[in-house]
């Protein structure tokens, strides 16, 4: 009896349902629906309409607890749901996949799917449907079979060997290994049957999750075996350059464990152990935790260094992996809670803690620093050592750490991870530091003094290898001396030689005699200026005094002369200011024998060096330089022939403090960029104002009318205004300039001009001085005044002789009066 068309329909429905409960997880597609009515093509049932079939499919879904996807708008919203309920980086991976398939992917022409995902990583709020939903438990897209078949296919999988593990509800198990060429005719059984074959040839799974006549829910993942090469150790190891023992560093890797992929931080330690498994070259290097570990062999390479400065003390040598974390720890929660400030850059950084680590600066090391050997703490000292302390204090009001006054002490002893030191000398109350225990960053070596540096050649040593010979000892000393005020760690070993890092500098001794030869001494420009100021002082106190006093500059009488001064003169240079000394005089005897009769020794015009002294001061306060300060040490000096006894012992303090504040502007100079350089600039810049401010009050107690010159003080004779001249360029002036004092024309010059909105106000810079082929050179500062027009007809020069033919500017008939208008007025 043949059934009608209904009953056709509810057969094949009936018939696709139980399809669906049995195999396709209660899910009905029209992939389903498609493959059922194909199968039944040749029955009764299988001649239904689907239109009639879908219908009374809806209809009874609910009813049989079945899932009907059939519309575009529905297998969008299935799609939805399965993304809903994967995580970021399981979409972002879907994605990713389907880009690099490109047009051999089915998926990226599946606009359902293209949407969802779009839709999923995109910033729009989460449809209120999706929350609670349950997602279908199958696939609702396409893999690309067809493009990973091929790739199968291609590869060469004759000669190959597979290791198969099948995972099933979460457990795995291992199955005997496959070959290649079973395998490759396999992959198209497996393929034709229905199961999901994802990867590449050297790694493929095969799920048979979901069909019908697979192994069950089972997924296969074969993994190709490498090619077991011939591999030498020795060859390896010495191609690296490592050796068993040395310090290595081991990079981060991801390694698999039961849990999935886990990732191993990088790490450093000893090397062990080097040897081959499964075919590759690994290596034993111990653990952080102690536990040795086992990596790869081409993932070593050479601990790489690190500096490390904490609040300016003695650098410490420590791995870069190290000094990353505390950088990275810093600038990440909880460690940056910690911090008050940080700036890093280019593997530095400097960070300022809250707590009693106070500053820290890290740093890449150099090669030499690298090179350089550092023993441990406790071996670095030994009892009596002559150490430098540079102390740390931290007060918890402030939550700061702040650095202490540097201080020779000698080393006690090693006790409980640190020194105590005992001070060598008292403070300035009478009270020694006692014994203090100290950090090793806290102390570095006495280092030596330029005295110390035997007057030999020297040879330089770099690592151990002879560099350079016959280095000479001033090239040395300059070294020293540079190297001690940086406060650089170097020392002087049993054979005289200094040792800086990996260099050292060793007297060269004479064949048969190992007394070193004296060698003839080098003054460099440095020494010869400083012998010269001081030799300048000597003058001051002894042949410039009131009265004279007649010493003989013996090594006694100049340390007597130079202990009060800030920064004393090294014994060493006394010959040198003996024959600065010497040539002073000399000196002195051919002026004299060169000045014109008309011209005293000594100036007659104190007041106009007293002028240019105080003019120096205004010219210096606003922005100092070490040369401003020396220059204006010398103004001092030139006061003190014309001053009296008193005020010339008041110029000695004041000097001293400008020669030792301009050695403080270099010193902060030298500074700049290195660690705690603001307090350093912060203290030579006050060090520098209060030493123009003392200079100033010694002017002013020279000549009291020194900070501004008045209108009666002008020179108006010849011979006035050439003797001023003299006294105004005593220091500053050039000999083209001091020889025109004596062949230039007397000049009285105003320089006048007008202001540029109304002109009415003009202004008159009146300077007596001498005209030359230089020009105008001034005697003395300009005097300004200010006025109005008396007649607005004329300008500024024409006003000006009027006004100060009423105020009376008289001179002398050998001097001329010229009045300038100025000509960009």
Not at 467 to 484: D, F, K, Q, Y
Not at 540 to 564: G, I, K
Request: with cysteine.
């Amino acid at each position: 009896m043949a059934l009608s068309a209904l009953d056709r329909a509810r057969h094949m429905a009936q018939q696709v349902l139980i399809f669906a409960r049995l195999h396709n997880d209660k899910v009905v597609t029209v992939d389903v629906l498609e493959a059922v009515m194909s199968r039944d093509a040749d029955t009764e049932q299988g001649k239904a309409k689907p239109t009639t079939v879908r219908r009374i499919i809806r209809e009874r879904a609910e009813i049989e607890g079945v899932r009907v996807i059939f519309t575009r708008e529905e297998r969008y919203w299935a799609i939805r749901e399965q993304l809903h309920h994967m995580t970021a980086d399981q979409v972002a991976a879907l994605a990713d996949s389907i880009a690099e398939g490109g047009d051999d992917d089915p998926r990226g022409w599946d606009k359902e799917l293209v949407d969802a995902i779009s839709a999923q990583r995109g910033n729009r709020p989460v449809p209120a449907r999706l929350y609670g939903c349950t997602p279908v438990s199958i696939r609702l897209w396409k893999d690309p079979y067809p493009a990973l078949y091929a790739s199968l296919a291609a590869a060469d999988m004759t000669s190959a060997v597979y290791d198969v593990t099948a995972s099933r509800d979460g457990k795995k198990r291992h199955c005997p290994p496959q070959p290649g060429k079973r395998l490759a005719l396999a992959v198209g059984i497996k393929h034709g049957d229905g199961a999901r074959v994802a990867g590449t040839a050297e790694l493929f799974t095969v799920d048979w999750r979901g069909v019908k006549n697979g192994p069950g829910d089972v997924v296969h993942t074969f993994r190709r075996r490498a090619a077991v090469p011939s591999v030498d150790v020795e060859a390896a190891r010495e191609a690296s350059g490592l050796s068993l023992g040395d310090l290595v560093e081991v990079s981060g890797h991801k390694v698999e464990t039961d849990k999935g992929w886990d990732y191993v931080p990088a790490w450093y330690g000893h090397l062990r152990d080097v040897w081959v498994s499964g075919g590759q070259i690994v290596a034993r290097v111990d653990g952080r935790e102690g536990e040795p570990g086992v990596p790869l062999f081409s993932d070593l390479r050479p601990v790489r260094w690190h500096m490390r400065t904490v609040n300016g003390g003695t650098p410490e040598r420590i791995p870069t992996l190290d000094a990353l974390r505390e950088i990275n720890n810093a600038m990440i929660a909880p460690g940056r809670d910690g911090v008050r400030e940080m700036t890093a850059a280019a593997g530095s950084a400097r960070i300022v803690y809250r707590d009693v680590r106070g500053e820290v600066w890290l740093r890449p090391a150099t090669s030499a620093e690298i090179a350089m050997e550092q023993k441990p703490e406790s071996e670095r000292y030994a009892e009596g050592d002559r150490v430098i302390v540079r102390g740390t204090f931290y007060r918890p009001e402030t939550r700061r750490t702040y650095v202490l006054d540097e201080y020779e002490g000698t080393i006690v002893n090693w006790a409980a991870g640190h020194y105590n030191v005992r001070a060598v000398e008292p403070d300035e109350d009478g009270v020694t530091y006692g014994v203090r225990p100290c950090q090793v960053r806290e102390l570095r070596p006495v280092p030596p003094t330029v005295d110390d540096v035997a007057d030999v050649p020297h040879d330089l040593y770099l690592s151990g290898e002879l560099r350079r010979e016959g280095v000479p000892a001033e090239r040395v000393r300059v070294a020293v001396r540079s190297l001690r005020f940086k406060r650089a760690p170097f020392y002087q070993d049993a054979e005289g030689a200094i040792v800086v890092e990996n260099r050292r500098y060793v007297p060269q001794r004479p064949a048969g005699n190992p007394e070193l030869a004296p060698a003839p001494r080098e003054w460099s420009e440095e020494d010869v200026r400083r012998a010269r100021g001081f030799a300048a002082k000597w003058r001051a106190e002894t042949v410039c005094a009131e009265p004279p006093v007649r010493r003989e500059p013996t090594d006694e009488a100049l340390a007597e002369c130079f202990a009060h001064t800030v920064r004393p003169l090294d014994a060493e240079l006394y010959p040198l200011v003996r024959q600065e000394l010497a040539g002073w005089d000399a000196r002195i005897a051919a002026e004299d024998a060169r000045r014109p009769g008309n011209i005293p020794a000594v100036s007659p015009a104190p007041l106009f060096t007293a002028l240019a002294a105080y003019e120096a001061t205004n010219d210096t306060v606003m922005n100092p330089a070490p040369e401003d300060l020396e220059r204006l040490a010398r103004h001092l000096l030139s006061l003190a022939p014309g001053a009296s006894t008193p005020e010339r012992r008041a110029l000695v303090p004041a000097h001293s403090a400008l020669e030792a504040a301009a050695e403080s502007l270099r010193a902060a100079a030298e500074r700049r960029g290195k660690p705690g350089q603001l307090p350093f600039i912060n203290a030579a810049r006050h060090q520098a104002d209060e030493a123009i401010g003392a200079a100033r009050q010694a002017i002013l107690a020279v000549q009291p009318n020194a900070e501004r010159i008045r209108p009666t003080d002008i020179p108006t004779s010849a011979e006035a205004i050439r003797a001023a001249a003299r006294a105004y360029l005593t220091v500053t002036g050039t000999p083209e300039e001091l020889a025109a004092t004596v062949t230039g024309t007397p000049t009285v010059q105003v320089w006048c001009s007008s202001d540029k909105k109304t002109g009415t106000n003009c202004t008159a810079r009146i300077t007596a001085g001498l005209s030359s082929d230089l020009g105008h050179i001034p005697a003395h500062p300009p005097i300004v005044i200010k006025f109005r027009k008396l007649d607005r007809r004329l300008d500024a020069a024409a006003n000006a002789r009027k006004v100060l033919t009423l105020q009376r500017l008289v001179v002398d008939s050998g001097v001329v009066v010229e009045f300038v208008n100025d000509p960009s007025v």
